[in-house]
């Protein structure tokens, strides 16, 4: 049995839109953001107290382009995949885990110290420094998506679920603006991905369902 923990729109979206867009079945359990704070009990199926948390069966994993790998790669054969044999395989790794190590990293310092610090403890600096970092990052996307429809090539892999998980970030804090416009361009064909669409939906749902009240969700297509 797959089971994701998932805060909206945290890193878990990752492994959620590409359950979804590989049809697997399995249990989403959404948590309060931060759940290390608002769900205590969550500590003991995650000691860090950060989503994700995926299991299968057993057995237990936190980090969510990692996840994104194994689903692709113990319930594959699937197209979202690039196997070793294929000359495009270390371009797919690369990008897989830049979308993380690289372009989520800096996002999550905006975040910090912009809004999750208490007021005397925010820093404007790192705030404006990180956001630069981000979109001198982007670049590296702007100049492959100039040139093929997917960021590791013809077809759209899990490679893109890392990066356009990024993507989404930036847009949710706001620097979705300062995006190239090609970027801008992939970006919104990543959103026209119907399994991406029902992730979007799900969350909401599953959230309302288990009576996980956040200010983080607005019902889709709600003012």
Excluded at 98 to 109: D, H, N
Excluded at 144 to 172: H, N, Q, W
Excluded at 177 to 183: K, Y
Aim: hydrophobic share 40%.
């Amino acid at each position: 049995m797959l089971t994701l923990y998932h805060c909206e729109s945290t890193r878990s979206f990752r492994p959620l839109w590409v359950l979804e867009e590989m049809a697997l079945p399995y249990e989403l359990k959404v948590l309060p953001f931060p759940p290390r704070a608002l769900d205590r009990s969550y500590l003991d199926i995650n000691p860090l107290g950060t989503a994700p948390a995926f299991f299968d069966d057993d057995m237990r994993m936190t980090e969510s382009v990692a996840i994104c790998q194994y689903l692709v790669t113990r319930y594959g054969p699937t197209a979202l995949d690039v196997s070793s044999a294929e000359p495009e395989y270390g371009d797919f790794l690369n990008w897989l885990h830049f979308g993380e190590a690289t372009l989520t990293f800096p996002q999550t310092l905006v975040l910090r110290y912009g809004r999750f610090e208490p007021e005397e403890r925010r820093l404007p600096q790192v705030v404006t420094d990180y956001t630069r970092w981000f979109l001198a990052r982007l670049r590296a996307v702007e100049n492959v998506i100039a040139c093929r429809p997917f960021i590791s090539g013809d077809r759209f892999t899990v490679a893109d679920v890392s990066v356009g998980y990024a993507l989404m970030l930036a847009e949710k804090i706001g620097i979705a603006p300062d995006f190239p416009e090609v970027v801008t361009e992939y970006w919104r064909r990543l959103q026209t991905r119907p399994a991406f669409q029902r992730a979007i939906e799900l969350e909401w749902a599953a959230g309302v369902e288990q009576g996980v009240e956040t200010t983080a969700f607005p019902r889709p297509g709600a003012s």
